[in-house]
């Protein structure tokens, strides 16, 4: 069961790339996160509210630590993707996720002094190649005279923001129940989203909505938001986070399968070799380490 919830989990996330790509013209990117969290905060708040009445001295001592972590992880990263979805594709955002693994062992080496191999820079040196092929495109000229798309900086910004949360988590109270975290998150999100959302439509956001967009939102509310939440953590008791964390590589197949099937996005040959060189240096720098460690032999 463990795998199917993490699987789930990942074609949901790759299902929030290709709906916020399919909507850019039909929502405003600042419009379109609010509406996503304020529908997924009504749907959790009676569930929410008894959980974190009981939580109060610790939301009230840690508040603005655990707002921080909000405004990071739920308000930042998907802002940020949402923008860049607005003029990059899909496939470049999905294929540029994964390289989340690379910017947290980056960010944990220069920021946190943690010792990193050669051959994890090796890896990330492999992989920050393809990351520069996707984004220029196959053509590296585009790279000396900054011509690169606005979307994809965008994107970037949003995977550098959930990388910096991943390791900014650590400042989670432990003795903090993850559901009354993931409702007080997501209330920090709207709150913060709700003016400049105002600001974005030159007005409170009141939209002329139809059938599609309704069901979009509400899969987004529903499904990335509340749902991969939940399976994953069920993944992460059951199988442990190194082994649940390798079905994050899954986000970009399952997001070029749907950038093909419902946006006709054509996958080019930069394409593939961007994220070639991407998952050699995931594995170099990550899932060698991490598989060394799992299957390391007992002293006796």
Not at 63 to 88: E, P
Not at 258 to 286: D, K, P
Request: glycine share 8%; with cysteine; hydrophobic share 55%.
């Amino acid at each position: 069961m463990a795998y199917l919830l993490l699987i789930l989990t990942t074609l949901f996330w790759a299902g929030n790339f290709v709906l916020a790509r399919a909507l850019h013209t039909d929502f405003d990117p600042i419009t379109l996160a609010f509406y996503r969290w304020s529908l997924a905060l009504l749907i959790l708040l009676p569930f929410w509210l008894p959980r974190a009445r009981k939580a109060w001295p610790l939301l009230r001592r840690y508040w603005f630590r655990l707002a921080i972590l909000g405004l990071i992880g739920v308000g930042g990263f998907n802002t940020l993707l949402y923008v860049g979805l607005q003029t990059t594709t899909a496939t470049n955002a999905t294929l540029l996720q994964s390289t989340i693994p690379i910017l947290i062992l980056l960010i944990s080496a220069v920021f946190l002094g943690e010792k990193v191999s050669a051959r994890q820079w090796t890896g990330v040196s492999i992989s920050l190649a393809g990351v520069l092929m996707i984004i220029s495109q196959g053509e590296l000229d585009r790279l000396v005279a900054l011509a690169v798309n606005d979307g994809d900086l965008w994107v970037l910004g949003a995977v550098l923001a959930w990388a910096s949360y991943s390791l900014l988590l650590r400042l989670k109270p432990a003795e903090l129940e993850g559901f009354v975290f993931l409702g007080y998150s997501i209330a920090v999100a709207v709150l913060a989203l709700a003016p400049l959302s105002v600001w974005e439509q030159g007005g409170w956001p009141l939209l002329q909505w139809n059938n599609s967009m309704l069901i979009a939102v509400g899969y987004m509310a529903i499904c990335p938001s509340i749902l991969s939440y939940l399976f994953w953590n069920r993944g992460v008791a059951e199988l442990g986070a190194p082994q649940a964390g390798l079905f994050i590589h899954l986000i970009p197949l399952f997001g070029l399968l749907l950038s093909i099937l419902f946006l006709g996005e054509t996958v080019r040959s930069f394409h593939l070799l961007g994220i070639t060189l991407i998952f050699l240096g995931i594995y170099l720098a990550v899932v060698a380490n991490t598989l060394s460690r799992l299957y390391k032999p007992k002293e006796s």
